[in-house]
């Protein structure tokens, strides 16, 4: 089946300092990435949709000057969480759909943040 | 808008069937998913089912769709504790868009 990869797995960073999350589809072009947001013991709540070459949609309510999303290639995109804050501590979950748009979407394993 | 609703706990005795529900309230959804994730780890698609179907079977996993009540519901067969996680259901529109999902059902499976 087809493989979604993140990277890092989790990390730990200084409140003020940015963090660059990586999503990659392994064994498939995927054009369309999404990239979802949990906190403990609640749903993944949808952050923004990225089309490849073009910019991220963004949901209401989610700053796109503090999420940045970058989705050069058909294989990987990316989510820049800048100047974190405490409040940005969280789950960031990545997945993908195929060229084809077809009917499933593979997730990534999950990045775990926690902002000091 | 959109909503779809779960039960928040269920628990059952290893080797019984569980039942997992699940309500949406959008009548276009073209997909409907179920999700596992197990404590700390992303999300495992268990399985899906198109709209214009009713049931779905897979080994121990059965998906009901009734469409006209807009409820969607899991069965498990024997029942492992392994089938401990969290369970989500989740809709989609049509291909390309982002999947809504319910808030999870915790299934706790005792031995």
């Known amino acids: 089946g087809a493989v979604v990869s993140q990277h890092p797995s989790w990390v730990i960073c200084k409140s003020g300092t940015s963090v660059k999350i990586e999503c990659r589809s392994l064994?498939?072009?995927?054009?369309?990435m999404f990239w979802y947001r949990q906190f403990p013991k609640q749903s993944l709540m949808l952050m923004a949709t990225?089309?490849?070459?073009?910019?991220?949609?963004?949901e209401q309510g989610v700053e796109k000057d503090k999420f940045l999303i970058n989705h050069a290639s058909l294989t990987l995109s990316t989510l820049t969480v800048t100047s974190a804050h405490p409040e940005d501590s969280s789950f960031y979950i990545c997945?993908?759909?195929?060229?084809?748009?077809?009917?499933?979407?593979?997730f990534g394993p999950g990045t775990r943040l926690l902002v000091l | 808008g959109e909503d779809v609703e779960q039960s928040l706990f269920l628990s059952v005795r290893e080797g019984d069937s569980s039942v997992i529900n699940c309500t949406y309230t959008?009548?276009?959804?073209?997909?409907l998913y179920w999700y596992k994730q197990e404590p700390g780890a992303g999300l495992q698609l268990l399985t899906y089912?198109?709209?214009?179907?009713d049931m779905k079977q897979d080994q121990r996993l059965t998906v009901l769709l009734n469409k006209k009540d807009k409820h969607l519901s899991l069965r498990i067969a024997d029942t492992q504790t392994g089938d401990s996680a969290i369970y989500f259901c989740?809709?989609?529109?049509?291909?390309?868009?982002?999947?809504?999902f319910g808030k999870g059902t915790t299934l706790s499976v005792s031995s």
């Open positions: 997945s993908a759909s195929g060229t084809s748009g077809g009917e499933t979407q593979y």
């Open positions: 064994d498939f072009q995927a054009t369309t």
């Open positions: 990225s089309n490849e070459g073009s910019k991220a949609t963004y």
């Open positions: 959008d009548s276009s959804s073209t997909y």
């Open positions: 089912i198109f709209s214009n179907m």
């Open positions: 989740a809709e989609k529109y049509q291909a390309g868009t982002a999947l809504i």
